[in-house]
């Protein structure tokens, strides 16, 4: 069972990781980051995720290409390919047919309608999608953020076991004597089409100061920039069918395209902690013009 330090090192690895994954990500550099041996760093990651750091940033990067050519049809694929870590079209033309079963020209000319969404298996999220559907979406607000910095947990899997995070994070608070108020959910998968037991949650807690004692709690600063803004309220089920409108219909249409760095929540209500499980929050999608 991996420790507290363990998991310390790792998560620096993680948020290295995801800070920018066009950077060179090669087991030697990241092994420098958790402070440990090439060799014994592998069986650490291992350990702690659950998957080789190969396979890790692999997903990874492949996630965020498909993100690009769904929501920004007019970029080269050689750029998508660039922009997302891959040295060669040829590799990442092989690469991402391996983990979807089509080519990247095939996977953008698909209609969105014809994509399957995996959380349309979940019966409470499924009838929300269809509740929504004839919704209108606010008009964002266009906001520049600055770099935030945060305690977090993180969470593997989409659903109210997110509820445990966030607990965790609570109790931390109480016990170092911190602010509970701004709390900060980041998504760094699409659960339009990564399964939700496998999208990647972040439960995090605006701080003023660092985090002295490391383990399952530790420290980051999510990127600043610009984001469009919206404000959305609505009851459990709901917030994943919201997201999905946004990235297939506003953010298409929009003029913009979706950077790498994740998008994320603020929460006015937390539904994962409120008994009413209801959420009122605004979600920043981080944006450019190129």
């Given at each position: 069972m991996a420790t507290k330090q363990q998991i310390a090192r790792i998560n620096d690895v993680l948020y290295e990781i995801h800070r920018d994954t066009s950077a060179e990500l090669s087991g030697r550099r990241l092994a420098r980051v958790a402070a440990y041996s090439e060799q014994h760093f592998h069986r650490v990651f291992q350990e702690v995720v659950g998957e080789s750091v190969h396979q890790y940033v692999r997903r990874t990067?492949?996630?965020?290409?498909?993100n690009q050519l769904m929501f920004d049809r007019k970029r080269p694929v050689l750029e998508v390919a660039e922009?997302?870590?891959?040295?060669?079209?040829?590799?990442?033309?092989?690469?991402?047919?391996?983990t979807f079963g089509v080519t990247p020209g095939q996977w953008r000319a698909e209609e969105q309608s014809s994509k399957s969404r995996p959380y349309l298996t979940d019966d409470e999220i499924a009838t929300a999608y269809q509740r929504l559907q004839s919704v209108q979406l606010p008009t964002p607000n266009l906001v520049e953020l600055p770099a935030q910095p945060v305690a977090y947990v993180r969470h593997q899997g989409y659903g109210r076991s997110i509820r445990q995070a966030w607990q965790t994070l609570q109790v931390w608070a109480a016990v170092e004597g911190r602010s509970f108020d701004l709390q900060l959910g980041l998504h760094h998968s699409n659960p339009t089409w990564v399964p939700l037991d496998r999208c990647r949650y972040v439960a995090c807690l605006g701080i003023d100061k660092p985090v002295l004692r490391r383990?399952?709690?530790?420290?980051?600063?999510?990127?600043?920039?610009?984001h469009a803004a919206f404000d959305l309220t609505g009851r459990y089920g709901e917030l994943l069918p919201y997201l999905s409108k946004i990235l297939d219909d506003w953010l298409p249409s929009s003029g913009f395209r979706a950077k790498t760095t994740p998008a994320f929540v603020r929460y006015r209500k937390n539904h994962f902690l409120a008994a009413d499980e209801r959420f009122d929050l605004t979600f920043y999608?981080?944006?450019?013009?190129?």
């Open positions: 990067r492949l996630e965020q290409a498909a922009q997302c870590g891959f040295a060669s079209l040829s590799s990442f033309s092989r690469a991402f047919k391996t383990g399952i709690v530790n420290s980051m600063s999510i990127p600043g920039g610009l999608l981080p944006i450019s013009l190129w």
